[in-house]
């Protein structure tokens, strides 16, 4: 278990194996539910279902600004932990120097994050 | 297993590069025909990303990492360049309700 | 050596269909496959964190961010602006100039010398960091710079202003 100092593409294949039985098994409900079940089709059940009101306008609504806020950080937030992955493993070795080599970038995005707070960019108002 | 690993090294770089510079032309194509902002930056995205296996591969050719960590610099790059980029195009939205790039022309001359 | 061609194929295919398709919810999710072809090529290179990071990064965070704003931006049919044939039919042949360039270039130099793995753990996190923490200091400071720009940027941008009339 320990000796991954020389994996290779084929230590993915549990993972392969696990992706190809996830997709299998949802391409086979899928497909099998649409041979085994019944096909009545009328008019009522082909609208779609908006808690027996009748459907108004498009289903293309936009969304609200605020979700797109909240990508955006999640985006810079998520390439900042793949910098943190490499350091976290090299921990050791790097000592105290890589330490505070850290904190200077942590500190450099923690002030962005304190500029989102304070622009309450976050807020659901 | 291990002659599935065996037939996976042994392709001449020749075939990477090759592979990189169609999808990077695929990308530079995609922005001068399309007139979707934001298909526009994705085949931004796509040109980034054949830049990007074209150093991993050499750096895997040279037995050298520093390919790979530059393309972390890449991503990082990537990264921010949606994020401004979207929210530029979010705001030419709001104010013109159009994503059509020549709606962006005021700046010509 | 037969699934390297096999995955460039659907790689270049996918991206083909990326800006070919004519909607661009179909156009983003096209790019999702081509991104992750990219992250079977990594694999294949053995740059195994470099296949996880593609993986998370740019399908998981970049791609949720295209698919949002497409949301955000009520896109209908009508809405796609299309070129003209004109216009289109140039610049396909300005980028197949470019690929012509490129590939005579490349045939000219003539590197074919097959890839082999000379160091099997280049890909692994430990030598990576390693790089990054010593050779690649200052770029990794200055990329923290770049994301603290991009952040402000991105919310100053975005953010919608406090009407104050």
């Known amino acids: 278990m ?8 084929v230590d993915y294949l549990p993972i392969l194996l696990q992706m190809l039985v996830a997709v299998g098994f949802g391409v086979t409900t899928i497909i099998g539910t649409h041979l085994i079940g019944p096909k009545l089709r009328t008019e009522n059940k082909l609208s779609s279902f908006e808690s027996g009101i009748e ?6 609504q936009p969304v609200s600004i605020k979700y797109f806020m909240v990508a955006i950080l999640f985006v810079i937030f998520d390439v900042e932990v793949i910098f943190m992955y490499p350091w976290a493993v090299n921990f050791r070795s790097l000592g105290m120097e890589g330490l505070i080599e850290m904190f200077i970038f942590m500190g450099l995005l923690l002030l962005g994050f304190i500029y989102v707070i304070k622009k309450r960019a976050l807020e659901w108002d | 297993m291990e002659t599935i690993v065996k037939d996976m090294q042994g392709i001449p770089l020749n075939h990477y590069l090759l592979l990189s510079s ?4 695929i990308g530079v194509i995609g922005v001068l025909t399309r007139r979707n902002v934001i298909i526009i930056m994705m085949s931004i995205e796509l040109m980034l990303n054949a830049v990007n296996l074209l150093l991993a591969a050499f750096s895997v050719y040279h037995g050298d990492a520093s390919g790979q960590v530059f393309v972390f610099f890449v991503m990082a790059l990537a990264a921010a360049e949606v994020a401004v980029g979207l929210a530029i195009i979010v705001m030419v939205y709001r104010n013109t309700r159009s994503i059509d790039i020549n709606s962006l022309n005021k700046l010509k001359w | 050596m037969s699934l390297f061609y096999f995955v460039a194929f659907l790689s270049i295919f996918f991206s083909l269909m990326v800006i070919i398709t004519k909607n661009p919810v179909h156009s983003v999710l096209y790019l999702v496959i081509t991104f992750f072809t990219f992250t ?3 694999v294949l290179l053995n740059a195994q964190f470099l296949a996880v990071v593609n993986f998370i990064v740019y399908m998981g965070a970049i791609m949720v961010l295209f698919l949002f704003v497409l949301m955000l931006l009520n896109l209908n049919k009508e809405t796609e602006p299309m070129k003209s044939v004109l216009i289109k039919v140039i610049g396909a042949v300005a980028g197949m100039c470019l690929l012509v360039t490129v590939a005579g270039s490349i045939r000219a130099m003539e590197v074919s010398d097959p890839l ?3 160091n099997p753990d280049i890909g692994l996190v430990s030598s990576l960091g390693k790089v990054l923490f010593n050779e690649f200091l200052l770029p990794f400071e200055i990329s923290s710079l770049l994301l603290l720009t991009a952040m402000v940027g991105a919310v100053l941008l975005a953010k919608k202003e406090q009407k104050s009339i």
């Open chain 2, 22 to 25: 169609v999808i990077f032309s």
């Open chain 3, 40 to 42: 079977v090529h990594y």
């Open chain 1, 2 to 9: 320990e000796a991954a100092t020389n994996s290779t593409p």
């Open chain 3, 116 to 118: 082999i793995l000379k």
């Open chain 1, 55 to 60: 459907v108004i306008g498009n289903a293309r």
